[in-house]
């Protein structure tokens, strides 16, 4: 697949990516079809690694009383015959054996491992079906492996470029950190907190020990840091009172300018939400001419 391609595809999401390779084969409802549970085999791609008992269940139950509505992408395994690897949908396939279903509904697509991976980890995405250890491993797997940036990502999948960054900085978290996240024992908003502290293992085991709120966490983290005090501020005169509410009035953000000696001093402005900081940051680089 060219660049220009690629680019061509980001923003659509899952069906139109799927609808995509419907138009350039030719092949259209002949392809979707039943085939029996035995010919299909896990997805070599699929970032989804947790599959809760509990959780299959519920969607067995609910297979069994109106029947398995979204057909599974698959796609024929080179060098066997009547086998399909599964691209999207194994929890539903795993379901639909509990139901004891014999077959299920599917949409045959000869798909190469570019878009294999592509359509898996967006479908997962776009039903919110992963932990937050299998999403950054997802996406990290598309930057790596086929030459996304965050930017394209951000337009495909439908989230911001901040979400994606923090998410893939978890991956840089010790691994008993990581499995916490991933059986759900430690939020995503606690392990954040965590990131690049040579404690995280042991603030990990408290955090879950005392059942401590992400709050708590990062009042936590910030008092085991160290920070110094901050300095008492210098009185303000009007002007700089004046500058500091017309900026803030303009970024919509709490904005404070601390005066230093002579002609020295400090813009800060405070953020509630990374989104925030993105605008800003978009606002000073288009300002800037790059």
């Known amino acids: ?11 659509r999401g899952l069906a139109s990516l799927i609808n995509e390779r419907f138009d350039e084969t030719g092949i259209g409802a002949e392809d979707r079809r039943s085939l029996p549970l035995a010919l299909l085999r896990t997805g070599r791609f699929n970032p989804r690694r947790s599959f809760p008992e509990e959780q299959l269940e519920e969607l067995a139950a609910s297979i069994r009383e109106r029947g398995l509505v979204q057909p599974l992408v698959v796609r024929p395994i080179a060098g066997e015959t009547r086998a399909y690897e599964i691209v999207a949908g194994e929890r539903r396939w795993r379901a639909a054996q509990l139901a004891n279903l014999h077959e299920v509904p599917v949409v045959v697509r000869a798909l190469s491992d570019h878009e294999a991976v592509e359509i898996a980890i967006i479908e997962n995405v776009q039903r919110e079906d992963l932990n937050a250890m299998e999403e950054g491993e997802g996406y990290r797997l598309l930057m790596d492996g086929h030459g996304y940036t965050q930017e394209d990502l951000a337009k495909v999948i439908g989230k911001s470029r901040s979400h994606l960054a923090n998410t893939l900085r978890l991956l840089k978290l010790p691994d008993s950190v990581q499995e916490l996240v991933r059986t759900g024992a430690l939020s995503a908003g606690h392990a954040r907190a965590l990131i690049g502290r040579e404690d ?10 005392l059942g401590l709120s992400v709050r708590q966490v990062e009042v936590l983290t910030q008092e085991q840091s160290g920070r110094p005090k901050p300095r008492k501020n210098k009185i303000k005169d009007v002007d700089t009172k004046a500058a500091e509410a017309e900026l803030s009035q303009a970024l919509g953000l709490g904005v404070e300018i601390r005066p230093g000696r002579g002609e020295k001093g400090e813009l800060r402005i405070r953020y509630t939400k990374l989104e925030q900081l993105d605008d800003v940051c978009s606002r000073l680089m288009r300002h800037s001419g790059r």
């Open 1 to 11: 697949m060219t660049a220009s391609t690629q680019k061509n595809r980001l923003g």
């Open 200 to 209: 995280a293992t042991a603030l990990a085991t408290r955090i879950v020990n």
